[in-house]
């Protein structure tokens, strides 16, 4: 089974654990009462065909393909960033700060500025775990894991206390919004700006990770840092760029969130992000082409769920179900080795 | 080296008497290749058998089939006369095997009590640290071995650690005990003590299986030697009296003519180590030259104190010592993996005291590490990766960009100049075998611009072709007028290659030799017992 | 401060039971980011079992059976599946807190909460001043945590059982040799986890509150497993460090009950028991010398 999960390539194994997810979670949701062809249905319509349904896809989808190349970067040479929600909402607060600080100015030069200081931003948040991890060795699991909750504190102290929409009602607190003239895009998401940063962002990204000698060396690093440091690469550096990219790319992701379809912040907004863009870095591959087309899977799944309950009453939790059972299965990495231990235990047994 | 200490085998039972260990048909696969293919042999009890080959022969299969820990495809395993369920080391340790392994399963953070008491067979639910240390320490006082029962396995030397393997392995009484290369980590002095002290076990009845690969051991050692060959025996058990060192190295390698004389080389008195004459000048700049250099404490090894040492162009130096006195620091240091605390370095004059290693790499600094599968190539990148990280760490200014097709292209081209054999650039380089992997590194490293190359232990564990492949390799780059520093814990490979000789002990220089060399002499200065000479 | 102090006991107990169960796959060599799944089923049927049955102890029984099967689970798809243990345990955790929401509406209609009308045995009753009435609202888990201490202490460090446990997570080859299997050891260890946070979401959902709401956890099991290394992996650790989230939330419970005036916003004095925590997971780091974790960890779990 292995020699065959060999055969079918890096794509056919993400596929194939996929669709094996999905057939598990179907078979829940069958026995719990649900019938899958309609909640399926609904689920194409809700992430393609229904007015208005892929512009939800792809509106869901951008940021988990900002976040999730982020962690990419880090993955390949060897880091594990799973601090991709902190750094998101850390980016997301500093692009606010300069939207609401600079009133008056034009969109051209708010923007960019409010673009940059986001990466900067979300950089910098990634900056301590990756500095601590590649100087001290401070496992960097731990310190991305801690800097969500402390990430998610501070979205929580801007919102609710700093930049606090004093009109704001309803159990959510939210900042004040943004000034319309600032807006790249609609609720739906999609602009012909949103998109232009995105492709941007893809090339960029393809480009650094397969046309450089970082790419390329810091892949190797991360599979065997010990020979690398034999050939004089420098971990400290190769492991701290790889830490800052990502939370950059986070940072960006926060901004277009704030001025594209949320227009404003709302306290713990899009909370799976981080560990759903480490599954979709996962899924794709870690590499850019694989991961925008996980991004868009997890992105229509996302769509699609809000717009389920005018089909069916399935809770939304359901697509919590079929996230974790992919995370829990996608790196698997050999169904022999299950047969042979399965097949040890009854001849133990005989 | 001396036979004196090993009391001969006259003592020990006749052949003839009921087999102490009985293999039937043993064949282990991994994957598609059969690592022991269809192997019968019997041992007869109270001696020491050696078992003897290539790397890659199956022995170290075979040893661990017959301790339970590889699961046989075919055959069974008799013990005394009684067969034994297959991949059951319980019911092996129980029926009265055990296994002294190449690198020990000794958990390092694990005191020794700790360590000891983790195979006991059946253990008492709960116990008392002093109790268990108390118990410990006895056993450790009668094996004399000085190591508390408190210190961490970490802590320990080498010597250390495979004396208490032993200790481990003879504490459930066992009535065939196995030994795992066991000489490949110990410096001469303590293979002598180890001779004697298997000699001594031998003498309590005790049957030994030896898996071993040097001929002269072999034959020092063993009562009876057994040959395997790609996975089939070629010899059954045959008193070592009755060998020769040219007719095993024939049946070792088979019939790769240029391996056989290597063996046959190997095997005859290194004494007579062969001095090749010196190529370089003395009053050229020294590629590498180390003054007064000093490390920070190590936790496995001596640091190095105060070290000064020259290579001069087209010079072999070799560095001797026994395992764990500053041999490792000076690699690193010189390769730019760990400062100095104090001292200098300078590489063709140029001083590189603080520069990084990529800047050293880029002064002419090469290097064959200890460890070829870990710190020597990335065993899950592609074989294209590994060739080409050196280059791609090292750009053409201006050249921001790369194009793999291109880094192919280079990675095939080296992998070709060296005879490395494998399928595809794309492959991943842990799959290739040892001696192929030293060659690949060695495309890498001993390009034209090499100038200063470290070689560590170049060698270990390669067979008899590829180890001549080496040391003519290591010759030619002298005769290019790069300066070569030889580290290796075989004395002989030292003495073939080497112009000079330094010795380390406790992380400093302890002597300093030229060729001729002498055995007693150097052998000497690595265990203290000399004046510094000349 | 007997609230605080009741507060923090009350709070630490369950994040101490968690920790422990996390400190015995530590040992075994598994990075359990699962903990948080397991202790949200265990806090989930616990209630769920109480409400079916009317009996408590029925109720943890419910939440031991499904944290084990969940544990078997999470040991299938990590060990003979080799799947890498942290994006399989945040899978874990993301199926344990999806399945309880999910099954809430399934199984009763409802969304949010499901209430029971009974909790675990409180040993101190009425009392209601001074120190003795802020802990009679203390459950019999929280009591018992220095009986679970001792016993996972006596288990991993001073029985044979413990040394092979430790010689699986740190050199299985060694294991093997002394014939111990490693893969079956660590289903042991994850089953004996397991059991631990049953017992820890139970605390949580039958300990003082007495309901079960969705994503109850909130994060807590994460914080065992931060609790488990900032602890240096030994279940005394585990114990304090657990007594010091518990202490820090209580705190926070504190601040915003009482003191809302203070100069500092409430939310970062929440931040600190996760400041602190990367700061004692820096220090820890230095201590193994920055060779806590080489990175790269795809693939671990594998046998030498």
Redesign the interface.
């Known amino acids: 089974m292995s020699a065959r999960m060999a055969r079918l390539g890096p794509v056919g194994r993400s596929v194939a654990l996929v669709v094996a997810s999905i057939l598990l979670v179907s078979a829940v949701l069958t026995l719990s009462g649900f019938s899958v062809l309609t909640v399926a249905n609904g689920m194409w319509q809700g992430a393609v065909s229904a007015p208005g349904a892929w512009q939800m896809s792809f509106r869901w989808g951008a940021p988990l393909f900002l976040v999730a190349i982020g962690v990419a970067i880090a993955l390949r040479a060897g880091f594990f960033n799973i601090g991709g929600l902190g750094q998101f909402y850390v980016g997301a607060t500093a692009a606010l700060f300069v939207g609401l600080g600079l009133p008056g100015l034009p969109a051209i030069v708010v923007l960019p500025l409010a673009c940059l200081a986001a990466m900067a931003a979300g950089a910098l948040f990634a900056f301590i775990p990756g500095w601590l991890r590649v100087r001290y060795g401070t496992d960097e699991v731990i310190t991305t894991l801690m800097s969500n909750f402390i990430g998610t504190l501070w979205l929580q102290y801007v919102t609710a206390v700093l930049l606090k929409d004093p009109s704001g009602t309803g159990q959510q607190t939210a900042t004040r919004p943004v000034e319309e003239a600032y807006r790249i895009a609609n609720v739906q998401g999609v602009s012909p700006v949103t998109v232009g940063i995105l492709v941007a962002a893809a090339i960029l990204v393809w480009l650094l990770l397969e046309r450089t000698p970082f790419g390329i060396t810091s892949a190797i690093a991360g599979r065997n840092p010990v020979m690398a440091r034999w050939q004089g690469l420098r971990l400290e550096r190769v492991g701290l760029l790889a830490f800052l990219l990502s939370g950059a790319l986070a940072g960006l992701a926060g901004a277009i969130e704030v001025f594209g379809p949320q227009g404003r912040l709302v306290s713990g907004f899009s909370p799976q992000l981080g560990f759903t863009a480490v599954l979709v870095a996962i899924v794709g591959g870690l590499n850019v082409g694989g991961i925008v087309l996980a991004a868009a899977f997890f992105g229509g799944l996302q769509a699609a769920l809000l717009y389920l309950p005018i089909v069916t009453p399935l809770p939304p939790s359901a697509l919590d179900l079929l996230r974790g059972t992919i995370a829990l299965l996608i790196t698997v990495t050999s169904l022999s080795a299950l047969g042979r231990a399965l097949g040890r235990r009854r001849a133990r047994s005989d | 080296m001396t036979t004196e200490a090993i009391p001969s085998a006259a003592a020990v039972p006749p052949v003839g008497a009921a087999a102490a260990l009985a293999v039937h048909g043993l064949t282990v696969r991994f994957g598609d290749l059969a690592a022991v293919e269809d192997v019968g042999i019997a041992f007869a009890p109270g001696r020491i058998h050696a078992v003897v080959g290539q790397n890659g022969a199956g022995k170290t299969t075979f040893a661990r089939a017959v301790m339970g820990l590889v699961r046989p495809a075919a055959g069974s395993v008799e013990l005394a006369g009684r067969t034994l369920p297959p991949g059951d080391v319980v019911a092996a340790r129980a029926a009265g095997i055990d296994m002294v392994h190449q690198s020990f399963a000794l958990p390092p953070t694990f005191t020794v009590a700790e360590a000891l008491e983790l195979f006991v067979p059946a253990p008492g639910p709960v116990y008392r640290r002093s109790t268990m240390e108390a118990r410990w320490e006895r056993v450790l006082r009668d094996a004399g071995i000085e190591a508390s029962p408190r210190a961490r396995i970490r802590d320990l030397p080498i010597e250390t650690l495979q004396a208490l393997e032993i200790v481990r392995a003879l504490a459930g009484r066992p009535s065939l005990l196995i030994l795992d290369e066991p000489t490949a980590v110990l410096p001469p002095p303590a293979i002598e003590r180890l001779f004697a002290r298997l000699a001594a076990i031998r003498a309590t009845g005790v049957t030994i299986l030896i898996v071993l690969h040097k001929v002269r051991e072999v034959l020092e050692l063993a009562d009876t030697v057994s040959v395997l060959r790609h996975g089939r025996l070629v010899l059954p058990p045959t008193p070592a009296s009755e060998l020769t060192p040219a007719r095993l190295g024939h049946l070792i390698v088979g019939s790769d003519a240029t391996a056989a004389a290597a063996a046959v080389a190997e095997a005859d008195a290194i004494e007579e180590a062969v001095a090749g004459a010196p190529h370089h000048a003395a009053d050229a700049v020294p590629v590498l030259r180390v003054s007064g250099a000093s490390t920070a404490a190590a936790a496995a090894e001596a640091p190095l104190r105060d070290v000064s040492l020259e290579i001069r162009p087209g010079e072999i130096v070799g560095i001797a010592a026994v395992e764990g006195n500053g041999q490792r620091a000076l690699v690193r240091a010189v390769v730019g993996l760990d400062t100095l605390s104090a001292g200098r370095l300078e590489i063709d004059g140029a001083d590189v005291t603080r520069a990084e290693t990529l800047e050293r790499r880029r002064r002419g600094l090469r290097a064959i590490p200890f460890d070829r599968n870990s710190e020597g190539v990335s065993a899950t990148s592609s074989l294209w990766e590994n060739v080409t990280i050196g280059e791609l760490l090292r750009p053409a200014p201006g050249r921001r960009f790369v194009t793999p097709g291109r880094l192919r292209a280079r990675a095939t081209e080296a992998l070709d100049a060296w005879n490395v054999r494998y399928g595809s650039v794309d492959q991943r380089a842990g799959e290739l075998s040892g001696g192929n992997i030293q060659r690949l590194i060695f495309s890498r490293e001993l390009g034209a611009d090499a100038r200063l190359v470290v070689a560590a232990q170049p060698t270990r564990g390669l067979d008899l072709a590829a180890t001549a492949f080496v040391r003519e390799t290591l010759r030619d780059l002298r005769d290019r007028d790069a300066g070569i520093l030889l580290v290796s814990s075989d004395l002989d490979e030292l003495f073939e290659c080497s112009d000079r000789i330094v010795v380390l002990l406790g992380g400093a220089v302890a002597a300093e030799f030229r060729s001729p060399f002498s055995l007693a002499a150097v052998g000497a200065a690595m265990v203290g017992a000399t004046e510094p000479g000349r | 401060m007997e609230q605080l102090i009741a507060t923090t006991l009350r709070t630490s107990a369950p994040i101490a039971l968690v920790a422990l169960g996390g400190v015995i796959a530590w040992r075994a060599g598994i990075?359990h980011?699962g903990l948080e799944?397991l202790m949200v089923i265990g806090a989930f049927f616990a209630v769920a079992g109480t409400v079916a049955t009317g009996e408590v102890l029925i109720g943890l029984l419910a939440a031991i059976v499904a944290c084990l099967i969940a544990s078997a689970l999470?040991w299938?798809?990590i060990?003979?599946?080799?799947?890498?243990a942290?994006?399989?345990g945040?899978?874990?955790?993301?199926?344990?807190?999806?399945?309880t929401?999910?099954l809430?509406?399934?199984l009763y209609g409802k969304r949010g909460i499901l209430e029971v009308d009974q909790g675990l045995w409180r040993p101190i009753t009425g009392v209601q001043a001074g120190i003795a009435g802020a802990l009679s609202e203390l459950s019999v888990m929280v009591w018992l945590i220095p009986a679970f201490v001792l016993v996972v202490w006596?288990l991993v460090r001073?029985?044979?059982?413990g040394?092979?446990l430790?010689?699986v997570g740190?050199?299985p080859?060694?294991?093997?040799?002394?014939?111990v299997d490693p893969?079956r050891m660590r289903l042991v260890a994850l089953l004996a986890c397991g059991v631990l946070c049953a017992l820890g979401g139970a605390a949580l959902s039958l300990g003082s509150i007495v309901a079960f709401r969705?994503n109850m956890t909130e994060?807590r099991g994460?914080i065992a497993f931060?609790a488990v290394?900032f602890g240096g992996g030994g279940p005394i650790g585990a114990a304090v460090a657990s007594l010091f989230f518990g202490f820090a939330e209580a705190v926070g419970i504190q601040t915003q009950l009482v003191a809302r005036d203070l100069p500092v916003?409430s939310?970062?004095i929440?931040?600190l028991p996760?400041?602190l925590?990367?700061v004692a997971?820096?220090i820890s780091?230095?201590a193994?010398?920055?060779?806590?974790?080489?990175?790269?960890?795809?693939?671990e779990l594998r046998d030498g």
Not at chain 3, 90 to 99: D, M, P, Q, R
Not at chain 3, 173 to 179: D, I, N, W, Y
Not at chain 3, 288 to 299: I, M, Q, T, W
């Open positions: 990075f980011l799944g999470f299938v798809v060990v003979p599946m080799r799947a890498n942290i994006i399989a945040l899978g874990l955790s993301i199926i344990g807190v999806g399945a929401s999910y809430l509406p399934v006596v001073r029985t044979s059982w040394l092979r430790a010689a740190e050199h080859f060694a294991a093997r040799s002394a014939g893969a969705e994060g994460y931060t290394i916003p939310q970062f929440l931040m996760y400041i925590t990367i997971v820096f780091g230095l193994a010398g920055g060779r806590s974790r080489l990175p790269g960890a795809f693939g």
